[in-house]
């Protein structure tokens, strides 16, 4: 018998093998099941064989209050709650958020199967750094928007992701040949499907593959960090020797490793070794 709550399950984002045993084993447990779409759940029920004998709740982007209460409602009652996407995980760029937030400040158990992401399956085979990433949800349509989007984040110091569709994604390389011209960037298309693919290159190599071969499927941007001019320890000891001169220890190693992100002990050390000079 399972606890009552919320329950946020992945769901397969292609592949419906990608579903975990204990999601399965919730799924077939849970009394009430909040969707995107009802029609596409229940198929995935069909084919992983749980009984539809249960209440489907359409959760959608634009019912996220309403429907939020009433499944609050449901839980009080002692009911377990599924919230579940039509693919990947639920509340990443799916709704889900009010909910869950509702269920906290009410103190409501909520708990989640975690399972597929696009945006995290896209990374892994992306190839580009994974220390630090952000995700930043779906490019926007308009060029205005798309374009100021760019420009408010070109200069951060992270891989970026973004969620993007076929029609609009040689738009958005366009733009992207703009901003980013330096940067690379992969395409990952279909992921977990049969025609997965994953392509890097620059956004004017991309451009020329996706005019030649129309975009097709669902896809995930992601674009390289920015590059810093890689500047040695030896490279700065003339400007460090200078600064020494004119400013205290503390303020000229400051500066140094705000301005070249070297290493904060290796530019004391130099500093202390210069003034020792
Ligand atoms: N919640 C989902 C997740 O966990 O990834 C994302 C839902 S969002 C509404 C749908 C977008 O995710 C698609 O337009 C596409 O950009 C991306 N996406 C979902 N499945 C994908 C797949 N199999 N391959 C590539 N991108 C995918």
Known sequence: MLRTGLYIIASPIGNIQDISARAVDILKQAEVIACEDTRITKKLFSLLSISLQKKFISYED???NQKSQQIINFINNGQAVVLISDAGSPLISDPGYKLVRLCRQQNIYVTAIPGACALITALQLSGLPTNRFMFAGFIPNKDKAREDLFDELKDIDTTLIFYETAPRLLKT????AQKFSDREISIARELTKLYEETLTG???ELIEHFTANEPKGEFVVIIAPPQHEQISIDDIRPYLEKR???TSLKTAVKEICAQTKLNKNDVYN?????KHE
């Open 173 to 176: 390389l366009a733009a992207a």
């Open 270 to 274: 130099l500093a202390l070794e210069l």
């Open 62 to 64: 634009h019912s996220e």
């Open 244 to 246: 020494l001169r004119e």
């Open 202 to 204: 620059s956004a004017n």
